[in-house]
């Protein structure tokens, strides 16, 4: 039957794989003689209406759609009981195989991954059209460019469409449905940009944010719990990119990127070779390094100052005198914070927080660790070894006068003693700070104690002071025809399910 039907226009060379629906097979058109891929509508199904219209409708939704990185569908044919269409063929593999077989994708591959498909997503989301149905098996990657191509609008919802589902059925795979779409309520453009963050979650950490025995358990977790952060299970993506995927996993539908677009952008911010931070953070940097000196001097002033107000605080008779003192050194402790504080406001004014920070602070810190190892070399120098070694030895020599002048004062006069004494002290010293020095110079130790200060609980604490704003873009949903329908497909087997 199906030879007949391709008789004169296609020629069938192998199996390509089998789905839930039906099977593909790659062959030849004879009249363009180029390889296609030809998907056929189960012999067992062809009888049944419902699923040969949305067989049918996964075509023409399909053909609606021309993106570099959405699968083309070339024709379709109904011919008694056979059911098929031609599309594009792609040498390669999906994704799900490449990760099955060959782990994770490293962070740059997965950026590029999930920005390709949020583009075509973006893309068919302006059409009207909501795919429902994001996964890793529905994601082919072009062997020789490394493309993503998005395929298998079978369950596709159209803005104006009837569908093939009935009310309050959900279609779908459990693993990467959105919380709305397995609580069977409408669903919108957010709605897979949800699925395609499960489907960045694992390209890029190779699991799932949930691990549940069956697809109801599946669902109910992608419902009420929130996902671990993908740092938490992947620590070598890029926080960025990190915190990108993690959004998109938002349970609330406003919370997430509004289109494909946006998140697309957002990956591409999160991956891009920084030329420079922006003014707001170089000033910020700037003024540190401004203020380390005037930082020394009040370090040096508080531990002078409050150990004599500590002292007059408890020994002073009056309550006067004593609360003064106290203010005094309440006053003193808080000024730097309010100090900090103060530039924080005006960080976060201008549109950055404590990762972008921390990030300004360890390109500065990075950008400046390649500069002196050109400089001076990678590990400890001549000078500072030798420094390191009389330090030492004077701390050896003195301890040494120490010993003998208070267990055996009588073999040495006690002013040789003092005097063997004072020079070790006075050589360790010297040496260390002038070793100390010389490391501070080769490291950088200024920078990283300020990186350790702001990416530390007390810079956190300045930041939450300061005032948080997540930024939360509500979209309008697409129009939606009806309600979804629930026939849950998940990794392990087709499984029909019905919710209310």
């Not at 979650?201 to 993908?230: N, V």
């Not at 005037?294 to 004599?308: E, H, N, R, V």
């Not at 950055?352 to 500069?371: C, G, N």
Request: charge should be positive; hydrophobic fraction near 50%; aromatic fraction near 6%.
């Amino acid at each position: 039957m199906l030879d007949r039907a391709l008789a004169g226009r296609y020629v069938l060379e192998r199996r390509l794989g089998r789905g839930g629906t039906g099977v593909v097979f790659l062959a030849r058109e004879l009249r363009l003689d180029r390889p296609v891929a030809i998907k056929l509508l189960a012999p067992a199904k062809a009888g049944d209406p419902v699923a040969r219209q949305r067989f049918l409708g996964e075509a023409r939704t399909a053909a609606q759609l021309s993106h570099p990185n959405i699968v083309p569908i070339f024709s379709v044919d109904e011919l008694a009981d056979v059911v098929f269409f031609a599309m594009a063929y792609v040498e390669g593999q999906t994704l799900g195989q490449r990760i099955r077989e060959h782990g994770p994708l490293s962070p740059e591959a997965g950026a590029r991954l999930v920005r390709e498909v949020a583009r075509a997503l973006a893309h068919a989301h302006e059409r009207g059209v909501v795919h429902r149905d994001v996964k890793p098996d529905n994601i082919l990657l072009d062997a020789a460019t490394g493309r993503a191509l998005v395929s298998d609008f079978g369950i596709a919802r159209v803005a104006g469409g009837g569908g093939t589902t009935g009310p309050w059925e959900v279609v779908g795979t459990a693993d990467y449905m959105s919380p709305e779409q397995a609580g069977g309520l409408v669903v919108d453009a957010r709605s897979d940009i949800y699925s395609l963050g499960v489907v960045g979650y694992y390209a890029l950490s190779g699991r799932l944010p949930f691990e549940a025995p069956d697809c109801f358990a599946m669902l109910a977790r992608h419902i009420t719990e929130p996902p671990p952060p993908l740092a938490s299970v992947a620590p070598g993506v890029p926080r960025r990119l990190a915190r990108v995927i993690d959004r998109c996993l938002s349970k609330e539908p406003s919370a997430r990127f509004s289109s494909g677009f946006h998140l697309a952008d957002a990956v591409q911010f999160a991956v891009a070779t920084p030329v420079g931070p922006p003014l707001a953070l170089r000033a910020f940097l700037v003024e540190s390094r401004h203020l380390s000196v005037p930082t020394l001097l009040y370090g040096m002033i508080l531990g002078l100052a409050i150990p004599l107000l500590a002292l007059q605080v408890v020994t002073a008779v009056e309550p006067g005198p004593r609360l003064v003192a106290a203010g005094f050194i309440v006053w003193l402790l808080l000024l730097p914070s309010a100090l900090m504080l103060a530039r924080v406001r005006r960080l976060r004014a201008a549109g950055f927080d404590r990762d972008d920070l921390t990030d300004a602070l360890a390109a500065e810190l990075a950008r400046h660790r390649e500069e002196l190892a050109f400089l001076y070399g990678e590990g400890q120098s001549r000078v500072e070894r030798v420094l390191g070694m009389l330090a030492y030895a004077g701390l050896a020599v003195a301890g040494i006068a120490a010993a003998v002048g208070l267990r055996a004062p009588e073999l040495a006069a006690p002013t040789v003693l003092l005097a063997a004494w004072g020079a070790g002290a006075v050589v360790a010293l010297l040496a260390g700070v002038a070793a100390r020095a010389c490391t501070e110079h080769r490291t950088d130790l200024r920078s990283e104690r300020r990186l350790r200060f702001w990416d530390g609980p007390l810079g956190r604490w300045l930041f939450r002071l300061s005032g948080r704003s997540v930024p939360r873009a509500a979209a309008p949903p697409l129009p939606a025809a009806g309600l979804p329908s629930y026939r849950t497909r998940t990794a392990r087997g087709a499984a029909p399910v019905r919710g209310g």
